[in-house]
């Protein structure tokens, strides 16, 4: 099966421009997840969507940052406008339902974003 | 959620068996230990996860002792290949928003 795809793999804009990543998750997983890594920090958690619903987008930095997910298939995730310290790689990552077991990410390859 | 403590940095070389330990002394009833691999460029893939005693698979085993506080990976007969970053996760079902990611352990195999 396809992995989860992320597009553009490398951005690099200006300060106070405007950049949208795209996540496509694997068919039919309904969770989808937004993480960042600032370098030589940790991954953090930015948001989750179960299909099209924002489940919790307590890890948003502020709100320059729009998430979307129209249709509950892939998802954009805009910066506008850009600040230096958004620099960094972007992840997405989804999964299945979890019953049992848990914690179970399929990660694309990063967004990596640098804003000059 | 608990935090996990793992060391920064490992060193083995092509043929050994490694194994990285990670504890977490404040793991609840119903979370779950999950060991992800990252490689340069790459986003991290999972490789391994147990609740408890112990769990193997192609790729690695995963050691649970009976208090849950810590658990180890281990990979064995490591080759260059190997050289990526290793992260030790816990957490319940439903909560990966919530995971705490840490640095993880970077691990060089050498020639």
């Known amino acids: 099966e396809a992995g989860v795809t992320q597009f553009p793999s490398h951005s690099v804009i200006e300060k106070g421009q405007t950049v949208t990543l795209r996540c496509d998750p694997i068919?039919?997983?309904?969770?989808l997840y937004w993480y960042r890594r600032v370098m030589g920090k940790e991954i953090k958690f930015l948001l989750h969507?179960?299909?099209?619903?924002?489940?919790?987008e307590s890890g948003m930095p502020n709100n320059r940052f729009l998430a979307e997910r129209t249709g509950g298939t892939y998802s954009t995730l805009k910066v506008q406008p850009a600040e230096l310290e958004d620099s960094g790689v972007y992840f997405c990552a989804s999964s299945q339902p979890s019953f049992s077991g848990a914690n179970v990410l399929t990660f694309g390859a990063g967004s990596r974003l640098t804003v000059l | 959620l608990a935090k996990t403590t793992q060391p920064i940095s490992m060193d083995s070389y092509e043929g050994q068996e490694v194994n990285i330990t990670c504890s977490h002394n404040?793991?609840?009833?119903?979370?779950?230990i999950t060991w992800y691999q990252q490689f340069p460029s790459q986003g991290p893939r999972f490789i391994i996860q147990?609740?408890?005693?112990?769990v193997t698979n192609e790729v690695a085993s995963l050691f649970i002792p009976a208090d849950r506080k810590s658990s180890t990976l281990s990979l064995p007969r490591v080759s260059l290949s190997d050289t990526a970053v290793y992260y030790c996760l816990v957490g319940a079902a439903g909560n990966n928003r919530k995971l705490i990611w840490g640095l993880g352990t970077s691990l060089a195999v050498n020639p």
């Open positions: 147990g609740y408890k005693t112990k």
């Open positions: 969507f179960v299909k099209e619903s924002k489940q919790d």
């Open positions: 068919s039919g997983h309904d969770n």
């Open positions: 404040n793991i609840a009833t119903n979370d779950y």
